[in-house]
């Protein structure tokens, strides 16, 4: 059975950092695609960064290009999020979620998610 459970949400301040993690379990990274997706009040989900399981290749929604970064522990099956300099327009549910393919950014593609992780940055 997959299964994704995320972490490390908070209350931050502009400016601050935080790092969420998802633990996988039920399947290996090589086979699936992973990634962040974040849904904020009254807005739709959007993806915010991947790992090709194909070549390994990391991918970044333009809002937060310079300022995330994804990386995965494949012997702990774990993928992480760093988040540095945190805006008030990151605040969101934050969602791991992995698809039986290529990655894609569109949320439809995926098949498992985790429960998400609240990230609230204030001003």
């Known amino acids: 059975e997959v299964q994704l459970v995320e972490s490390g949400g908070g209350l931050v301040q502009a400016g601050g950092s935080l790092r969420l993690s998802c633990a996988a379990s039920?399947?290996?990274?090589?086979?699936?695609?992973i990634g962040w997706f974040r849904q904020a009040p009254g807005k739709e989900r959007e993806g915010v960064s991947f790992?090709?399981?194909?070549?390994?290749?990391?991918y970044y929604a333009d809002s937060v290009k310079g300022r995330f970064t994804i990386s995965s522990d494949n012997a702990k099956n774990t993928l992480y999020l760093q988040m540095n300099n945190l805006k008030p327009e990151d605040t969101a549910v934050y969602y791991c979620?992995?698809?039986?393919?290529?990655?894609?950014?569109?949320?439809?593609?995926?098949?498992?998610w985790g429960q998400g992780t609240q990230v609230t940055v204030s001003s």
């Open positions: 790992i090709s399981n194909i070549d390994s290749r990391t």
């Open positions: 039920g399947f290996t990274f090589d086979d699936y695609a």
């Open positions: 979620a992995c698809a039986a393919g290529t990655w894609s950014k569109f949320p439809v593609v995926y098949d498992y």
